[in-house]
């Protein structure tokens, strides 16, 4: 755990005052298209970022997309013990559990700090991943970024975000087939960065669906 400065900011702080003000964009496209896609962009993401440094890594972290994608087909509920299910597979360990002291990310500069009842927020939060009135490209960017910045396990926590990610997608019937684009830097306090994260995935959303009709036939 990298050491930081006992007065740094909470990033986990910092994103949760900002969580409900994020200006949410609005989305209209559709949420599945016929057909499946060419590719599984989540797979590729994986296999790439990781693939060449650790394969056993990403031999686990596919096992574990694989099974966040049946547990979106039998529309079950994303909430704490599911993605611990899904990180006993990334990390290899017969238990999980949530982190017990402060976490430090991005070469410590940002901290995440703890509080008696951080799980209950997080569990709180997972829950609204279905929340009807917001698009899925917003509800799918939310629940990453909030695992990110709760940043619950002592590791993998980048797989996690991305993991959630695919499952709130796929359970709306969605699987981008590219998905390169959203490796990029996110910060706990940068609302706007947040709403352009959810306009990232529904241009990706929407580019998948316009291959695959493409390659539908007539």
């Not at 940002?110 to 609204?128: K, V």
């Not at 910045?149 to 990610?165: I, K, Q, S, T, V």
Request: with cysteine.
């Amino acid at each position: 755990m990298t050491s930081a400065p006992v007065d740094q900011q909470d990033s986990l702080a910092a994103w949760l005052s900002i969580r409900t003000t994020v200006p949410w964009p609005r989305w209209s496209g559709e949420r599945a298209a016929a057909g499946p896609p060419a590719a599984d962009g989540v797979r590729d993401y994986f296999t790439a970022t990781r693939g060449d440094r650790d394969p056993e890594g990403t031999a686990r972290v596919l096992t574990a997309l694989d099974r966040a994608l049946a547990d979106a087909q039998e529309g079950r509920q994303l909430n704490y013990a599911l993605l611990t299910g899904w990180q006993r597979y990334v990390l290899h360990r017969d238990r999980v559990g949530f982190r017990t002291l402060p976490a430090f990310a991005k070469g410590g500069r940002e901290r995440y700090g703890l509080a008696a009842d951080t799980a209950a927020r997080f569990e709180q939060c997972l829950s609204q991943s279905t929340q009807p009135d917001l698009p899925l490209p917003s509800r799918a960017a939310r629940t990453y970024l909030d695992v990110l910045f709760f940043h619950p396990f002592e590791d993998g926590n980048a797989r996690a975000a991305m993991l959630a990610l695919a499952f709130v997608l796929a359970r709306d019937g969605v699987c981008l087939d590219q998905a390169h684009p959203l490796q990029v830097t996110r910060w706990a306090d940068d609302a706007d960065g947040a709403a352009d994260l959810a306009v990232l995935i529904g241009i990706l959303i929407s580019a998948t669906q316009r291959r695959q009709r493409h390659r539908s036939p007539a």
